[in-house]
């Protein structure tokens, strides 16, 4: 399966028309956009919600016409806790409400001495983990010169 961006009206969304396999699960399709370093979400066509993640039906209205897009995957940290596992870098866990309307939970790597606070802006960086791309997060600073989404 593979998509084609356009433009939509949806505040600079780009829409994914999905080619080759219409009947996809919303995870496999989730995880095909994974795959290709790209964030995927959905949006409803009935009441325009941002829905993540993926689903069958708006989890707001109900409605079954949902349409993929792509985020630009930066966001604003909702909640965050800090971990310090005995013998490896200190991480956070992480709420971030995107910049597209929808709120996931992902990991920040290498915090540091400086915590993460609420109101910190990130971007989703893709990060391979047992053979599969999850979606992890960096401070914007730190993602200025690449590797993010």
Do not use: K
Request: proline share 5%; aromatic share 8%.
């Amino acid at each position: 399966m593979y998509a084609n961006c356009s433009h939509s009206q949806h505040g600079g969304d780009h829409r994914m028309t999905l080619v080759d396999e219409p009947e996809a699960s919303p995870d496999a399709t989730y995880r095909s956009l994974l795959d290709r370093r790209v964030l995927g979400y959905q949006r409803c066509e009935a009441c325009s919600r941002a829905v993540f993640p993926p689903r069958w039906r708006c989890p707001h209205c109900h409605a079954a016409a949902l349409s993929w897009h792509h985020s630009d995957g930066r966001g604003e940290v909702y909640s965050a806790t800090q971990l310090h596992p005995r013998d490896e870098s200190a991480y956070a866990v992480v709420l971030v409400d995107l910049d597209e309307g929808f709120r996931m939970m992902s990991r920040l790597d290498d915090v540091g001495a400086e915590p993460v606070a609420i109101g910190d802006r990130v971007r989703v960086t893709f990060v391979e983990v047992v053979d599969q791309v999850q979606p992890f997060l960096a401070r914007e600073s730190a993602t200025s010169s690449g590797g993010g989404a």
